[in-house]
């Protein structure tokens, strides 16, 4: 069999319930009897988009599917060509078939293109990303709205990201979070980058990604709620951000029980390499795997095997 190389983890983002979180008990005395509103969403994982390595074929590996691990020193190009500015059917995408060359994973012949664009826009720093959000404005001309979040790791650590505003629900489902929330929205890719900087520089925000997901589970929500309403609403005022209305707080979680987390032993790929496993979950940059000799859950984190060939199905 062909080793097969990982590209996107499949899912939607599903509402599931809205509710009040009484966030201390002050709560009552200050009139709110319902506490602060929460919005759940759960994450349908439908499966692994995989693609025949040196071709554009693709396929979906579906939860309950064994595959083995193997060992692999290649990256492939992370070029596709679907659309930036609407949802599309990831699995109709033609993906590169080159090596990267680049530190942002793309080859020789996408390293500027219009996705390469993107993401010198937003994951590199100073003139350099600027100039390239600049570029994407030119070419997009108002088509693209983003996007600003705030996302709380635990009551004390908070994320400011950037993201399109049709991707903000799986944005924040690819990320361990407690609870998230939004900034800052415009069709500017400038002005939301300028933001995002802007934001990252304050106290208590970072631009940096935090995957410590067990550490996450356990934070309790309630304070966490209470902390992240408050950090939104200083930098707003640092910012000078009005908004007509208080953004909606949510969070996003795994339709598997999130105790499996938890109890799954953490992992890297070379760990697990050789092993015949059964893919079972995905949540948060995480893949839930359980090994097929004895039932041992296991826990990778996703960046360990994208755009490698690193896959073989059994």
Not at 49 to 70: A, C, D, N, R
Not at 231 to 259: A, C, D, N
Not at 268 to 278: A, D, S, T, V
Not at 286 to 312: F, G, W
Request: aromatic share 10%; with cysteine; proline share 4%.
């Amino acid at each position: 069999m062909w080793c097969l190389i990982p590209r996107l983890f499949y899912f939607d983002t599903r509402f599931y319930s809205k509710e009040y979180v009484r966030v201390s008990g002050l709560d009552l005395f200050m009139g709110l009897d319902r506490g602060r509103e929460l919005v759940r969403y759960k994450l349908v994982f439908k499966g692994l988009v995989v693609q025949e390595e040196g071709s554009h074929t693709l396929h979906l590996i579906v939860p309950g599917e064994k595959i083995v691990f193997v060992e692999s020193y290649v990256e492939y190009c992370h070029w596709h060509n679907g659309p930036l500015n609407r949802k599309d059917n990831p699995l109709e995408r033609e993906y590169c078939v080159r090596e990267a060359v680049s530190e942002l994973g793309y080859c020789t012949k996408h390293r500027n293109s219009v996705r390469a664009i993107y993401s010198k826009c937003f994951s590199t720093s100073g003139l350099e990303s600027l100039r390239n959000c600049w570029i994407l404005d030119e070419k997009y001309k108002d088509k693209i709205k983003y996007t600003v979040y705030l996302l709380a790791y635990n009551k004390d650590k908070f994320k400011v990201g950037t993201t399109r505003s049709w991707r903000l629900l799986d944005r924040i489902a690819e990320q361990p979070h407690v609870a998230a929330t939004t900034l800052y929205e415009s069709n500017s890719a400038v002005e939301t980058r300028n933001i995002e900087i802007k934001a990252g520089k304050l106290e208590g925000l970072t631009e940096k990604p935090h995957r410590k997901l067990k550490e996450t589970i356990k934070t309790p929500i309630p304070p966490t709620l209470l902390k992240l309403e408050k950090t939104l609403t200083k930098t707003q005022r640092i910012l000078g951000i009005k908004q007509t209305k208080q953004p909606t707080i949510f969070r996003i979680e795994p339709s598997t029980e999130i105790t499996e987390y938890h109890k799954a032993k953490e992992t890297n790929l070379k760990q697990i390499i050789g092993k015949q496993l059964i893919i079972q979950d995905y949540y948060a940059g995480h893949l839930l795997l359980e090994e097929t000799n004895t039932n041992t859950k296991y826990l990778l984190k996703t960046n360990q095997i994208l755009h490698t060939p690193s896959i073989k199905t059994t």
